[in-house]
């Protein structure tokens, strides 16, 4: 059975950082995707982060060039590194995966539909 455990939210001032990890087991597919996704109070949950099993990523435009989507495949291990954090990245953030291939992950990170979903880990940013 698949697991995702988040784990590295806190509460950080606007400008700060975090990392967040999402450790993975159950899940011993050779192609994959694997993202990141936030939910703020009273908003849809977004993406934020994808990742295939080739490498590639896609972003969120809103998190360009301050986020880094990562993984360490020895340790089974998905990392998302957030800098110059914003008061509006405050939300939930969940890790997902599914076995698309490299061709679809970012087809399928677009409608967050996604079969294997982590519980959230939170992230405060305060001004």
């Known amino acids: 059975q698949v697991q995702l455990v988040e784990s590295g939210g806190g509460s950080v001032q606007a400008g700060g950082s975090l990392r967040l990890s999402c450790a993975a087991s159950?899940?011993?597919?050779?192609?994959?995707?694997m993202g990141w996704f936030r939910q703020a109070p009273g908003k849809e949950r977004e993406g934020v982060a994808a990742?295939?099993?080739?490498?590639?990523?896609t972003y969120a435009d809103s998190v360009k060039g301050r986020f880094t989507i990562s993984q360490d495949n020895a340790k089974n291990t998905l990392y998302l590194q957030m800098n110059s954090l914003k008061p509006e990245d405050t939300a939930m953030y969940y890790c997902a995966a599914d076995r698309y291939s490299d061709y679809d992950c970012g087809f399928f990170f677009a409608r967050a539909d996604f079969g294997y979903w982590g519980q959230g880990t939170q992230v405060t940013v305060s001004s």
């Open positions: 990742i295939d099993s080739d490498g590639t990523t």
């Open positions: 159950g899940y011993t597919y050779s192609t994959y995707c």
